[in-house]
């Protein structure tokens, strides 16, 4: 399928590893200019270096999305961007009662304050050249609360939330805004919290995965560049009617309706 999009130019957020680079070299894939942004510049290089020898076109722009000074550079790049990919740091896991106002300020700032102001801000010059793509990474605990990860079950939601406002404001203009909720992949992350997770309960780690994949309907986890295909028919011009959509990537495993 040809998505149309070989001339458009693309930021994507964390980019170094998981989710997000398998959303830039998708992107890459499809003749997209692709700027991975992250924190890690030795990851981003190789990355880039991996997009390059796949005859993809690749630059990078290190930053800390819990940096608001960090992300200045792209966000009054005057080139502007054709599509952005949102993708926050993934956050440690917290119990509800814990209430530590600094933590959740913290996190606050980078999982929804920096993310809206480069979706605003992108999106109005997407709006001026009447078109443009804002894709979100989110988590299926929009939907449903995953026990632990209260960050992200409550930012994450406010964040959906808001892209739908957004939706709603950039629709006529030929911007599109959808957020892409992935259930477990094989990642970095999931590989990360599998390992605390025989550690908390002394248990094989291999008892872990089973358990996990024993909930997936697809019997595994996903691999990321399944996720990235996702990502780039989103940002193709064949997807210009979906607007406003959370799309759970996720083999099967939410159990509600919607």
């Given at each position: 399928m040809n998505l149309r999009i070989s001339d458009k130019r693309a930021l994507v957020l964390g980019a170094s590893q998981g989710l997000g680079a398998a959303s830039a070299a998708a992107l890459a894939a499809e003749g997209v200019a692709v700027t991975l942004l992250a924190r890690s510049a030795e990851k981003l290089?190789?990355?880039?270096?991996?997009?390059?020898?796949?005859?993809?076109?690749?630059?990078?722009?290190?930053?800390?999305?819990?940096?608001?000074?960090?992300?200045?550079?792209?966000i009054d790049d005057p080139r502007g961007y054709d599509i952005l990919v949102l993708n926050a740091p993934p956050p440690p896991p917290v119990r509800a009662r814990?209430?530590?106002r600094a933590a959740w300020g913290r996190q606050?700032?980078?999982?929804?304050?920096?993310?809206?102001?480069?979706?605003?801000?992108?999106?109005?010059?997407?709006?001026?050249?009447?078109?443009?793509?804002?894709?979100?990474?989110?988590?299926?605990?929009?939907?449903?609360?995953?026990?632990?990860?209260?960050?992200?079950?409550?930012?994450?939601?406010?964040?959906?939330?808001?892209?739908?406002?957004?939706?709603d404001e950039l629709g006529p203009e030929g911007v599109t805004v959808n957020t892409v909720a992935p259930g477990a992949f094989a990642t970095e992350r999931t590989a990360s919290l599998d390992a605390a997770a025989a550690a908390r309960?002394?248990?094989p780690l291999?008892?872990?995965?089973?358990?996990?994949?024993?909930?997936?309907?697809?019997?595994?986890?996903?691999?990321?560049?399944?996720?990235?295909?996702?990502?780039?028919?989103?940002?193709?011009?064949?997807?210009?009617?979906?607007?406003?959509?959370?799309?759970?990537?996720?083999?099967?495993?939410?159990?509600?309706a919607t």
């Open positions: 290089k190789a990355r880039v270096a991996e997009i390059v020898a796949s005859g993809g076109r690749a630059d990078f722009h290190v930053a800390d999305l819990f940096d608001r000074a960090a992300l200045a550079p792209v814990s209430v530590d606050f700032e980078a999982m929804f304050l920096n993310q809206i102001e480069l979706a605003a801000h992108l999106g109005e010059g997407m709006a001026a050249r009447k078109w443009g793509r804002i894709i979100a990474i989110a988590s299926t605990s929009v939907q449903e609360p995953i026990p632990g990860l209260v960050y992200s079950n409550a930012l994450r939601a406010a964040l959906n939330n808001w892209l739908k406002s957004l939706a309960s002394g248990r291999a008892e872990i995965k089973a358990d996990g994949v024993a909930g997936i309907p697809a019997g595994r986890y996903g691999e990321a560049p399944e996720f990235g295909a996702m990502v780039a028919f989103l940002a193709g011009e064949v997807s210009a009617y979906t607007n406003g959509a959370f799309i759970r990537l996720d083999g099967g495993s939410s159990r509600g």
